[in-house]
């Protein structure tokens, strides 16, 4: 008798909770539409509403790009793709190629972490939609170019200065609180103290 009396217990909750379902989902039909027409009339852009730390789509600063190919290696997916050259005679560094996969990205972050100038970054720009894979794959390099040689002092290029400053802020600033900040000591730990008996 007691199996009896559980199975309709069991047949009387499902349909209590289908209608409670059914309730919340009838209160919709009496409620006045409200649709956000998206993007065009908005009061604010989206990208402008959303947080600094953000991960949006990834994008490189070519002006500053060192071509230590940090990024391409802390990539866990190998979305990014980097070829340069290092000429002997001269020993500079020629980049030849800088490509971003968007559709194996999984917006981590790891690839602007290890970035010495801050060259690589996320934007607020989550829009990535298209017709073709190829136009998904962002080409930052189109004819060879020179890789960015910090100064052994402050920069001193009027051009590249604000790119520098702004990289190196997005660093000192994506650094999650409580971190210590590159070169910066550690604070002390409070001393231990022992609990009154």
Do not use: W
């Not at 069991?10 to 409670?20: C, D, G, P, Q």
């Not at 009496?30 to 991960?55: A, I, N, S």
Request: glycine fraction near 6%.
């Amino acid at each position: 008798m007691g199996a009896a009396s559980e199975y309709f217990n069991n047949i009387k909750e499902a349909v209590l909770s289908i209608f409670e379902g059914m309730a919340v989902t009838g209160s919709h039909f009496m409620r006045k539409p409200y649709t956000v027409q998206y993007p065009d009339r908005t009061e604010t852009r989206v990208q402008d509403t959303l947080p600094f730390r953000y991960r949006g789509i990834l994008e490189v600063d070519l002006e500053i790009c060192t071509g230590c190919l940090a990024c391409e290696r802390a990539c866990p997916i190998d979305c990014i793709v980097i070829t340069a050259e290092k000429d002997q005679k001269t020993k500079v560094m020629t980049l030849l190629q800088f490509d971003i996969d968007i559709i194996k990205c999984m917006y981590c972050g790891l690839c602007s972490e290890p970035c010495p100038t801050g060259s690589i970054h996320h934007t607020t720009e989550f829009e990535g939609a298209d017709y073709s894979t190829e136009s998904m794959i962002r080409r930052f390099v189109k004819d060879p170019v020179l890789a960015y040689k910090p100064s052994k002092g402050p920069e001193t290029n009027p051009q590249i200065l604000p790119i520098l400053n702004r990289g190196l802020n997005y660093l000192s600033e994506y650094q999650v609180s409580g971190e210590p900040k590159p070169g910066s000591k550690p604070e002390p730990a409070p001393p231990a103290t022992t609990p009154e008996t």
